[in-house]
């Protein structure tokens, strides 16, 4: 029988040095085996470094994203952390038919027919962005461009009236760092996560009142084969597409931006040909890993991965970031080409579960970047790469602040 290392993925990402480059830890854990066993991440289980297993275990039906679907206690109890605790309703910890019911209700808006139709407003906020920006030898990308722009075009697309985008942005920055999940942080983080449902609610019942062509009033008044959200599934949902289409799409740009400025051949190569845009977006998906881990899938049998027993109720916790990076599956692996193809990368999942978002994460770099190239003939780093900061999500890759110093396009 195959034995299975024990890792401690916490402490493998506890430095700054591991967070900036996560690369070599991944090879270190595809190295160790096809199955790890997990040391501390929500309790335990096992854990799927290579692409092999996580993208043949991410559509296997015999995992259940829904832990009372393995008999297990569902996680709604007093203490659970905030975030968390309004993840619970939504659809990425719910498996069919619920799933496939709370999906139904937002899909429609997300199709890439639908979301390509964002183009042009998203043109705009970049270009009023980036005309803001301008004035100034140095930009923060993050706070100038990544994280305004993803933010601006879903609450948008929510109906979060503009005046209250600042305080929204207050509110949902004040729990970002929200990942600890020890009982001190959960007291300290829980008056925060009042405040942010607490806005939520405040926008339901706006929408309820004053009805717009935006999601939170079509699923206010959605009814899917005669189905209504009840409450937390709604507050659930705003906060999932808010959470899931805002955090992510920011680290894209920013990882994405802060690779090519490293790597001058390849921004020169997607300056000098800008249709490379399509094969560019991929590999920065790829590369930079914008996301560490899926939701934990519970084993709904007996399984067997590469030959190690997996008990029925166990959780499975897939390395995305590092099956995008294993050699087995992308010719050098840990080399950024921006032309890469095929590239069948797992950044957004797979299966089920696929990020709903996709096409609208899609679309906002495809725009960004290129915008970006355009308004500044040469970008650099404001300060030495090891002095990034890194944020400390266990799951999410990321800078908190990327300062260039542009020159304007002549
Ligand atoms: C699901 C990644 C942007 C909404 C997912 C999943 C991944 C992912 C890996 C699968 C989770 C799982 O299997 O447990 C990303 C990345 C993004 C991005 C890397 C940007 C670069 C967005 C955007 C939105 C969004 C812009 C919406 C506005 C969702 C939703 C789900 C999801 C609703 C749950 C789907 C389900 O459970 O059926 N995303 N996402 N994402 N994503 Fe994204």
Not at 107 to 119: G, M, S, Y
Not at 177 to 203: C, H, K, W
Not at 263 to 281: C, H, K, S, V
Request: proline share 8%; charged share 25%; aromatic share 6%.
């Amino acid at each position: 029988m195959a034995t299975t290392v024990r890792v401690d993925l916490r402490r493998e990402f506890a430095d700054a040095g591991s967070r900036a480059d996560p690369g070599p830890v991944y090879a270190r854990l595809r190295d160790l085996g096809p199955v790890l066993r997990s040391k501390d991440i929500l309790g335990g289980g096992f854990l799927l470094p290579r692409y092999e297993e996580v993208s043949r275990v991410i559509k296997d039906p015999r995992f259940a994203s829904d832990r009372r679907n393995v008999g297990l206690r569902s996680l709604d109890q007093w203490w659970t952390p905030g975030l968390l605790r309004l993840l619970i309703s939504s659809m990425v910890l719910k498996d069919p038919p619920e799933h496939r019911r709370l999906r139904n209700l937002v899909q429609k808006a997300f199709t890439p027919a639908r979301v390509e139709k964002l183009a042009g407003r998203v043109e705009e906020i970049t270009d009023e962005l980036l005309d803001a920006a301008a004035a100034n030898p140095v930009i923060d990308l993050m706070g100038d461009l990544a994280l305004p722009l993803p933010l601006t075009v879903i609450a948008e697309m929510l109906g979060v009236p503009p005046a209250d985008r600042v305080r929204f942005r207050t509110l949902f920055a004040a729990i970002q760092d929200n990942s600890e999940m020890t009982p001190a942080s959960i007291v300290r983080n829980y008056p925060r996560m009042r405040r942010l449902t607490g806005f939520l609610q405040e926008l339901v019942r706006l929408r309820r009142e004053q009805p717009g062509d935006d999601l939170v009033s079509a699923l206010v008044h959605a009814e899917e084969a005669g189905d209504r959200l009840d409450e937390d599934e709604l507050i659930s949902m705003v906060f999932l597409l808010l959470f899931a289409g805002h955090e992510t799409t920011v680290n894209l740009i920013g990882n994405g931006v802060l690779e090519l400025v490293r790597r001058p051949d390849q921004l020169q190569m997607l300056r000098d040909d800008p249709d490379l845009i399509g094969t560019a977006i991929e590999e920065m998906l790829r590369f930079t890993n914008p996301v560490g881990f899926v939701a934990p899938r519970f084993a709904t049998e007996d399984v067997e991965i590469a030959g190690v027993p997996i008990p029925r109720g166990s959780m499975v916790t897939l390395l995305i970031a590092s099956a995008n990076l294993d050699e087995a599956a992308f010719p050098d692996a840990d080399t950024l080409d921006i032309t890469r193809s095929p590239n069948r990368h797992v950044s957004f999942g797979l299966g089920t579960h696929f990020c709903l978002g996709a096409p609208l994460a899609r679309l906002e770099a495809r725009i960004a970047i290129p915008a970006l190239l355009r308004r500044f003939g040469h970008l650099e780093l404001a300060v030495p790469a090891d002095q990034l900061p890194w944020r400390r999500h266990i799951a999410l890759r990321g800078v908190e602040h990327l300062p260039l110093v542009v020159t304007p396009a002549g």
